[in-house]
């Protein structure tokens, strides 16, 4: 084995171990970013059980760790694997979109493809312009340096209203473009830009995204190449190269953006069943699912079991505690109520109580009811 493979597992592990001393659960808001990636997949992906949530979720604060060492460790891009077309790629010359999601390592597509000769523009939101630009570039030219590069990279702000032209010039002049369109803001909350952004299947779900990606295809006649990051069991970082998603057998852009959208995130729902821990995404996809379909349940996963007595709906709802003040989150529809110390310690153990409605009172005891909080 390469004696800088054997550095580079060593290295992880010593990442792992230092990861496994922490005490998780005391860290300040662990529960609360628990239990909304528990919900977000709930949502997504009820066929994994809830009892397997807080084990993915560990996971997945383990594999950051990691993909934040690979962005350290210079050398990391030179052992990744690739699957699919990659090859064709880089030979054809041409331009590409390469898009991707937060999956995996998946800062590595970047440094790889400049690694492999090609003329990258890098496009980013505002913030990661703003706090991560000097060091990327600082990997970039790392990078250059130890492999004699010549070719182009930049970094382009998503958000500044000059973007979509530079783009498309860059685009037409032979320079790739690398995006990941799962994680713009600006398709959150009031922000929203309907005209700009389509809707899309997620598993049991409809998410919003940008539809830029696939205009700027259509526009430069540029083909969009779905790429996605996953760590294999013996930590071997590979990016899985798709086949092109190609605008020229679609004349009508807005019927494009919406095939080549959802394709993309076909493609990616192949990935993320078999690496649900490795997805980012999970700790902020509520911000981008729509609110109209969370009002349909999602189907669950149906265990039998006998019930005697009235009990906290902990399917739907969890209990947490937001600056040191009770909470009750609705796992459903992303809804949070303030309650009061003594409200949760009933709800807590109302499994317990004989005749729980003289206890709380028929009137709250009912409006519980009705809201599924206790059933």
Known sequence: MNRFVQHYRKELGLCRQRFETLDLAKEKGYLFKFTTFSANMSNILPEIPADKHEGLFRELLLQQVYTTFDQQFITANEFVKTEGPFRKLVNSKGANIYCTFHLGSYRLLTTFLFRSGIDCALMVGTRVFNEQSEAILENIDQIRQKH??????????AENTSSTLQVLRELRAGTSLIIYIDGMTTTTGINRQEDKEIRVRLGNRKVWTRKGVAFLSHMAKVP??????????????????????VPDDHPQRDAYCQYGIQRLYDDFWRYLTRYPSQWEGWTYIHSFLDAQDLETPAPTRKVARPRKRIAFNQDRYAL?????APVLFDRRLYLTYEISPDLRD????????????????EELFQDLLSKQIIA
């Open 148 to 157: 004699g590069l010549t070719n182009k990279f930049m970094i382009v702000d």
């Open 224 to 245: 969009i190449v779905p790429v996605f990051s996953y760590r294999e069991k013996d930590l071997n970082n590979v990016l899985a190269f798709q086949q092109p998603i």
């Open 320 to 324: 947490c505690d937001l600056e040191d």
């Open 346 to 361: 009933f709800l807590l153990q109302v499994n317990t109580i004989e005749s729980p409605a003289d206890v709380l009172g």
